[in-house]
C-alpha cells in the first residue's frame, strides 16, 4: 500500500506562485502514472493533472494548462506541482493520488491523504 503525503501549500497573492510536493512511500512508486486533484469548499473534487512513470506524458485540466507543471523524481519518490499566475478560483485543498492509467481521471487508491491547503488572495 502506497502512502501518499502533500506539501507545499500557502497563502499567496494573486498572479504568485505555489509549489506542492507529494511523497510516496510503501511501494514502487515509478510503477505509477501520478495525478493532482483540487477540491473547493462545496465543490466535487477535480482532476488538475497526471505524469507518466517515466514523466514524458503530461496532461492538464484546462482551467490550468498554461500555468502548472507537474514533474516527478522517481529516485526521491515525489511529484511536483509547480503552480504560477495563479488565480482566486485556484483555492482549494490539493491531494495526489496514482491513476488508473495514461489516459485515466480517475484515482487508483480510494483513500486520500490530508491534502495541503492553497489559498490565492486578490
Known amino acids: 500500500q502506497v502512502q501518499l503525503v502533500e506539501s507545499g501549500g500557502g497563502l499567496v497573492q494573486a498572479g504568485g506562485s505555489l509549489r506542492l510536493s507529494c511523497a510516496a512511500s510503501?511501494?514502487?512508486?515509478?510503477?505509477?502514472?501520478m495525478g493532482w486533484f483540487r477540491q473547493a469548499p462545496g465543490k466535487e473534487r477535480e482532476f488538475v493533472a497526471r505524469?507518466?512513470?517515466?514523466?514524458?506524458?503530461?496532461y492538464y485540466a484546462d482551467s490550468v494548462k498554461g500555468r502548472f507543471t507537474i514533474s516527478r523524481d522517481n529516485a526521491k519518490n515525489t511529484v511536483y506541482l509547480q503552480m504560477n499566475s495563479l488565480k482566486p478560483e485556484d483555492t482549494a485543498v490539493y491531494y495526489c493520488?496514482?491513476?488508473?492509467?495514461?489516459?485515466?481521471?480517475?484515482?487508483?487508491?480510494?483513500?486520500w491523504g490530508q491534502g495541503t491547503q492553497g489559498t490565492v488572495s486578490s
Open positions: 493520488n496514482a491513476l488508473k492509467s495514461l489516459d485515466s481521471y480517475l484515482p487508483l487508491f480510494n483513500s
Open positions: 505524469i507518466s512513470w517515466s514523466g514524458a506524458w503530461l
Open positions: 510503501g511501494r514502487t512508486f515509478s510503477s505509477y502514472v
